[in-house]
């Protein structure tokens, strides 16, 4: 069956250093990924969109890698802030505009 | 600033009782997707407007739950009747675009439900 899977658990870093989140999954074969970040209580806010025919993307300090071999994204902020903590869901999206999300991961950057 | 809007932003009800739910998508965005949000689920896709039609409401219980847009700026979503299950944030989001190419979504604050 299709599969999304994002690390459940909470990842916790120090402000400055990198955050790395993966999305992995499985019996997909997806022509777009989406990135989204969530704050409690609103909805999803928009990221970045790689193309499967893309290896990565950058945007600020966001940078995306899109591996449809390994069937895995990786989603990087550097420098990272307090203010980047928030819940990160990729999604994956099939020829017709429709996104799949995965369960999402926490962040939270200590100062 | 441009933004779906969602009403009610919370709504309390007792099971059987009929829930509508309302959404503004951003005037221009022609694809509207309603979703839902629970911690064991996650965000599930329930169903998906392309110049109002639909196009896929194939994640909706379709025995309770029914979605239209009756005019363009305008999407609803109908639970009748409500179960203790149908307990979620229900989240609408728009899209600039139908066609072949990619194109993000903005979602709108939410509608949180609660079925007693």
């Known amino acids: 069956s299709q599969k999304i899977e994002q690390n459940s658990e909470a990842l916790n870093i120090q402000e400055g250093k990198t955050a790395t989140l993966t999305c992995n999954y499985t019996?997909?074969?997806?022509?777009?990924l989406q990135w989204y970040r969530q704050d409690p209580g609103r909805g999803p806010v928009f990221l970045l969109l790689?193309?499967?025919?893309?290896k990565e993307k950058r945007k600020e300090r966001l940078k995306v890698t899109f591996d449809t071999t390994l069937k895995q994204s990786l989603f990087h902020i550097t420098a990272s802030q307090p203010a980047d903590s928030a819940t990160y869901l990729c999604a994956l999206e099939n020829a017709g505009n429709m996104l799949t999300f995965g369960g999402g991961t926490r962040l939270m950057v200590k100062p | 600033d441009a933004r779906v809007t969602q009403t009610p932003r919370h709504k309390v009800t007792e099971m059987g009782q009929e829930v509508t739910m309302r959404c503004q998508p951003i005037l221009g965005h022609n694809t509207v997707f309603w979703y839902r949000q629970t911690m064991m689920q996650g965000l599930e896709l329930l169903a998906y407007?392309?110049?109002?039609?639909?196009?896929?409401d194939s994640g909706m219980p379709k025995d309770r739950f029914s979605a239209e847009m009756p005019d363009a700026t305008l999407a609803t979503l109908k639970i009748q009747p409500s179960e203790p299950r149908d307990s979620a944030v229900y989240f609408c989001?728009?899209?600039?675009?139908?066609?072949?190419?990619?194109?993000?979504?903005?979602f709108g604050p939410g509608t949180r439900l609660t079925v007693t």
């Open positions: 790689i193309r499967e025919n893309e």
């Open positions: 407007f392309r110049n109002r039609a639909p196009l896929d």
């Open positions: 019996n997909y074969s997806p022509a777009y």
């Open positions: 989001a728009s899209g600039p675009s139908g066609g072949l190419s990619s194109y993000e979504q903005y």
